[in-house]
């Protein structure tokens, strides 16, 4: 008996990553910089900060296109991704605004349609959107307009790239209870800024 009889066969590059112990995988996946987001099922890569297209194609030439992954660490990638039956990220529900900030997702300062939920980074885009969705222009005669039908400085994040099917509101930024101090009156008068930071719940009780 030789050598090479003796020896056990490696199994082909197709199943060296479906056979892997779960654990196994995400330490694989997080050594090429992805990891399979759970509840929501989706293949996010961690530099980018967005979901990937779960097309093992998309994804092995996203890691060598844009991170230089080497082929060695890449091999067998194709076959699992495409075992895995994720679902294409631009069909993932949004999460609810206020959620806490994925760890995974990029984020982006952005503004809030007071009126819908509708979010964006684009001043201009919301200004449009106010215009056709809700009939809010802006009024030569008043300063300031565009803040009164907008939350401002939000932190938005998205499953796709630029937020292209969407964002909500990650709950790092500004909380519920401050965007509620955000009113008209508050800043007319000032007061916004004098008790910027200060606790609504002191507030209320003054």
């Given at each position: 008996?030789?050598?090479?009889?003796?020896?056990p066969a490696l199994p082909p590059l197709r199943c060296r990553w479906s056979h892997l112990q779960e654990e196994e995988r995400d330490r694989r996946l997080a050594a090429v910089g992805l990891v399979v987001n759970t509840p929501e099922r989706a293949l996010i890569c961690r530099p980018c900060g967005y979901a990937l297209q779960p097309n093992g194609d998309c994804v092995t030439r996203h890691l060598a296109d844009k991170h230089a992954i080497p082929k060695h660490l890449r091999?067998?990638?194709?076959?699992?991704?495409?075992?895995?039956?994720?679902?294409?990220?631009?069909?993932?529900?949004?999460?609810?605004?206020?959620?806490?900030?994925?760890?995974d997702l990029a984020?982006?300062?952005?503004?809030?349609?007071?009126?819908?939920?509708?979010?964006t980074t684009s001043v201009d885009?919301?200004?449009?959107?106010?215009?056709?969705?809700?009939?809010?222009?802006?009024?030569?005669?008043?300063?300031?307009?565009?803040r009164d039908e907008i939350f401002?400085?939000?932190?938005?994040?998205?499953?796709?790239?630029?937020?292209?099917?969407?964002?909500?509101?990650?709950?790092?930024?500004?909380?519920?209870?401050?965007?509620?101090?955000?009113?008209?009156?508050?800043?007319?008068?000032g007061w916004l800024e004098t008790f910027d930071g200060a606790s609504r719940d002191v507030l209320v009780r003054l």
């Amino acid at each position: 008996m030789t050598a090479n009889q003796l020896a056990p066969a490696l199994p082909p590059l197709r199943c060296r990553w479906s056979h892997l112990q779960e654990e196994e995988r995400d330490r694989r996946l997080a050594a090429v910089g992805l990891v399979v987001n759970t509840p929501e099922r989706a293949l996010i890569c961690r530099p980018c900060g967005y979901a990937l297209q779960p097309n093992g194609d998309c994804v092995t030439r996203h890691l060598a296109d844009k991170h230089a992954i080497p082929k060695h660490l890449r091999d067998g990638l194709f076959f699992f991704i495409r075992s895995l039956s994720l679902p294409d990220p631009n069909t993932l529900p949004l999460r609810p605004d206020w959620s806490p900030a994925h760890p995974d997702l990029a984020s982006c300062t952005g503004v809030a349609c007071r009126h819908c939920a509708y979010r964006t980074t684009s001043v201009d885009l919301i200004t449009r959107h106010l215009a056709k969705a809700h009939n809010r222009r802006r009024d030569p005669r008043r300063t300031g307009w565009l803040r009164d039908e907008i939350f401002q400085d939000v932190s938005l994040q998205s499953w796709t790239q630029n937020g292209a099917r969407g964002y909500w509101i990650a709950a790092d930024s500004i909380s519920p209870p401050s965007l509620a101090l955000q009113t008209n009156w508050m800043r007319r008068t000032g007061w916004l800024e004098t008790f910027d930071g200060a606790s609504r719940d002191v507030l209320v009780r003054l």
